[in-house]
């Protein structure tokens, strides 16, 4: 849904409504948080509604936000803003479900609600300090224009088949699924999860910040071989001796490697989205974008759900190995694409 909705949001974002589509993702993601607290228990029966709300909210506010921050933000500049973007968001994904979590328990779903509510409310609010951006786009999607584009460039091919390594393992992947699971079999809780995903999630944040104060400017090809290496050697580490505490380092240094190729990858999409070929076609670009990413995660979750059920835990292991290798060929193209910072 979401590879499906950037290309229905491609076309509106073109017509110069960005900051009014990324209003109507926020309406979107309130209805999907609300199905989730209504549904309950019941949340099973009623996937295909809350994986299209999720999936259409997602492509609602992504694909404004994107050509949002492509424009208002220099490339020479990007480093350090992108990288406090991801900051910030790390950040809440610790605070956020922790709140929730005690107000639900402290109280009951419907003050929950309510407080969903009021903030959805108060995003909308701040979505009017948007100034409207000039539309540099023309006439109508040319999705024919951006195919040919993305064949005869190898900048923007790169960075194409980098999205989709990302799908495959970095970004959303069906690879952080398996690891969790590897965790809660190996630890037996889900207590156990929560302390070592959230410690994990302080280091990557700390790493990134560091990153983001490091790089700007400059060239990260050595941060990224370092963090593709740390991880393939962790993981033949805890496959060859099968120790629980192994497991745990291969997590930390899998996490700060997918946040650090996250956080690169944006920073590549964002500032050759602004090259002067790409300018009018942000519509199109955006949308091969999420193409791309979105069929690599189809062909992981696919891979990961057949191997499991015809193989078990043999094929889940293969798959784990799989996925895992695709990080430092992620890793190789993206260190091929330009910065395009200063020359880079």
């Known amino acids: 849904m979401l590879a499906v909705g950037s290309f229905i949001f491609g076309y509106i974002i073109k017509k110069n409504f960005k900051i009014q589509t990324m209003r109507l993702s926020i309406i979107i993601n309130a209805i999907y948080f609300f199905?989730?607290?209504?549904?309950?228990?019941?949340?099973?029966?009623?996937?295909?509604?809350?994986?299209?709300?999720?999936?259409?909210?997602?492509?609602?506010?992504?694909?404004?936000?994107?050509?949002?921050?492509?424009?208002?933000?220099?490339?020479?500049?990007?480093?350090?803003?992108?990288?406090?973007c991801t900051v910030a968001t790390q950040v809440t994904n610790i605070v956020v479900p922790f709140l929730l979590g005690s107000l639900i328990s402290a109280s009951n779903f419907m003050v929950a609600t309510v407080v969903v509510f009021v903030v959805s409310i108060f995003q909308i609010i701040l979505s009017f300090l948007f100034k409207p951006i000039p539309n540099a786009a023309v006439?109508?999607?040319?999705?024919?224009?951006?195919?040919?584009?993305?064949?005869?460039?190898?900048?923007?091919?790169?960075?194409?088949?980098?999205?989709?390594?990302?799908?495959?393992?970095?970004?959303?992947?069906?690879?952080?699924?398996?690891?969790?699971?590897?965790?809660?079999?190996?630890?037996?809780?889900?207590?156990?999860?929560?302390?070592?995903?959230?410690?994990?999630?302080?280091?990557?944040?700390?790493?990134?910040d560091l990153y983001g104060r490091y790089y700007q400017n400059r060239s990260d090809k050595v941060a990224i071989f370092l963090s593709c290496l740390c991880?393939?050697?962790?993981?033949?580490?805890?496959?060859?001796?099968?120790?629980?505490?192994?497991?745990?380092?291969?997590?930390?240094?899998?996490?700060?490697?997918?946040?650090?190729?996250?956080?690169?990858?944006?920073?590549?999409?964002?500032?050759i989205s602004n090259q002067p070929n790409?300018?009018?076609?942000?519509?199109?670009?955006?949308?091969?974008?999420?193409?791309?990413?979105?069929?690599g995660r189809i062909i992981g979750y696919s891979g990961v759900l057949l191997a499991g059920t015809i193989s078990g835990q043999t094929g889940l292991t293969i798959m784990l190995i799989a996925l895992t290798t695709c990080i430092p060929i992620g890793g190789v193209f993206i260190k091929r694409i330009n910065k395009f910072e200063n020359g880079l």
Not at 42 to 66: C, D, H, K, Q, R
Not at 241 to 263: E, G, M, Q, R, T
């Open 278 to 295: 790409l300018k009018a076609l942000y519509g199109e670009f955006w949308s091969f974008n999420e193409l791309f990413l979105n069929i």
């Open 35 to 84: 199905s989730i607290l209504i549904l309950g228990e019941n949340i099973v029966t009623n996937l295909p509604l809350v994986a299209f709300l999720l999936g259409f909210s997602a492509s609602a506010y992504w694909m404004p936000m994107n050509s949002i921050v492509s424009s208002k933000v220099d490339n020479n500049h990007r480093t350090r803003f992108t990288s406090l």
């Open 139 to 208: 006439g109508n999607l040319n999705y024919k224009k951006m195919f040919n584009i993305v064949r005869k460039n190898k900048q923007v091919r790169m960075l194409m088949f980098s999205k989709f390594l990302s799908g495959l393992s970095i970004s959303g992947s069906a690879l952080k699924m398996l690891i969790v699971l590897l965790i809660i079999e190996y630890y037996k809780t889900d207590f156990n999860l929560g302390m070592i995903t959230s410690i994990t999630a302080l280091i990557s944040i700390v790493v990134v």
């Open 231 to 271: 991880v393939i050697v962790s993981l033949f580490i805890f496959i060859w001796f099968k120790v629980n505490i192994l497991l745990i380092f291969f997590y930390i240094f899998y996490h700060i490697a997918v946040s650090l190729l996250c956080l690169s990858l944006d920073i590549r999409s964002y500032n």
